[in-house]
C-alpha cells in the first residue's frame, strides 16, 4: 500500500481545509486508514482512524466535533474534513493504513505511511 496525502496549507483560526490521502493497492478497502499530526517538539498524536467499510470512525478529544474523517473506496482515496480550526491545529499531518482489520491509536499500529502534509492555522 502506497498513500499520497494533499490538501494541507494555511488557513485562519476558524477556518475549514480539507486533507485527502490516496492510496494504491486492491487491498484499500480491508485497510484501516488512520490521521496522525506532529507539531514541532512533539510526538506524533493519533488524530482519526475510519474502518475499512466506513461504518466504524474514532477521533482524538481535541478534535472530536470539529474533523470528520470519510473514505471513498471507488477513489481507494480516505478524507479528513477539518472545520474550526484553531492554532494549535498546526501540525504536519499524516495518513496511515493498516491490514490487521481493527482500529488502532498508536502510531506503531500502523504499517504503511504517506509523506506529510503540513497545516498551518494563523491566529
Known amino acids: 500500500v502506497q498513500l499520497q496525502a494533499s490538501g494541507g496549507g494555511l488557513a485562519q483560526a476558524g477556518g475549514s481545509l480539507r486533507l485527502s490521502c490516496a492510496a494504491s493497492?486492491?487491498?484499500?478497502?480491508?485497510?484501516?486508514m488512520a490521521w496522525f499530526r506532529q507539531a514541532p517538539v512533539k510526538e506524533r498524536e493519533f488524530v482519526a482512524a475510519i474502518s475499512g467499510s466506513g461504518a466504524g470512525k474514532s477521533y482524538a478529544g481535541s478534535v472530536e466535533g470539529r474533523f470528520t474523517i470519510s473514505r471513498d473506496n471507488d477513489k481507494n482515496t480516505v478524507y479528513l474534513q477539518m472545520n474550526s480550526l484553531k492554532p494549535e491545529d498546526t501540525a504536519v499531518y499524516y495518513c496511515?493504513?493498516?491490514?490487521?482489520?481493527?482500529?488502532?491509536?498508536?502510531?506503531?499500529?500502523?504499517?504503511?505511511w504517506g509523506q506529510g502534509t503540513l497545516v498551518t492555522v494563523s491566529s
Open positions: 493497492g486492491r487491498t484499500f478497502s480491508s485497510a484501516v
Open positions: 496511515a493504513a493498516d491490514l490487521k482489520g481493527s482500529i488502532g491509536y498508536s502510531a506503531t499500529w500502523y504499517r504503511y
